[in-house]
């Protein structure tokens, strides 16, 4: 799995099929067998991922954080490139100001 997002989809059907097997065809049931406090954790763990803020909350530091991906891989390479590396930084700092002060226009973009 590359992203969060593909590891939230399958948490989201893994924790479908414990709420609700019979909807899951694709999980086999039979192996199954929770109890219902398991089910009623299931339940609200689903409902908790599945709400608006935690929704919204993830897409804002999924977006953010992607400004920051190219230079943490960069600094993880040899010396030189982390010199260089470091020298961008204040690039990075610009970017996410820009964000900050067009957020508005960000959201929109995201949400779209």
């Known amino acids: 799995m590359k992203t969060f997002g593909e ?3 399958h948490v989201a059907t893994c924790l479908d099929a414990m709420v609700n097997s019979p909807v ?3 999980v ?3 192996c199954w067998n929770w109890d219902s406090d398991i089910n009623t954790m299931a339940h609200a763990i ?3 991922l599945q709400s608006f803020g935690v ?3 993830f897409t804002v530091l999924k977006n953010s ?3 920051l991906k190219g230079l943490s891989a960069k600094l993880q390479r040899r010396d030189i490139y982390v010199f260089r590396t470091y020298l961008m930084i ?3 700092k610009s970017e ?3 964000l900050r002060d067009d957020i508005g226009v960000e959201f929109q973009r995201w949400y779209n």
């Open 46 to 48: 689903k409902c908790s």
């Open 55 to 57: 929704i919204v909350g």
């Open 28 to 30: 086999n049931e039979s």
């Open 96 to 98: 996410i100001q820009c």
């Open 65 to 67: 954080l992607d400004y």
């Open 90 to 92: 204040d690039n990075i």
């Open 7 to 9: 590891f939230y989809e």
């Open 24 to 26: 899951c065809p694709e």
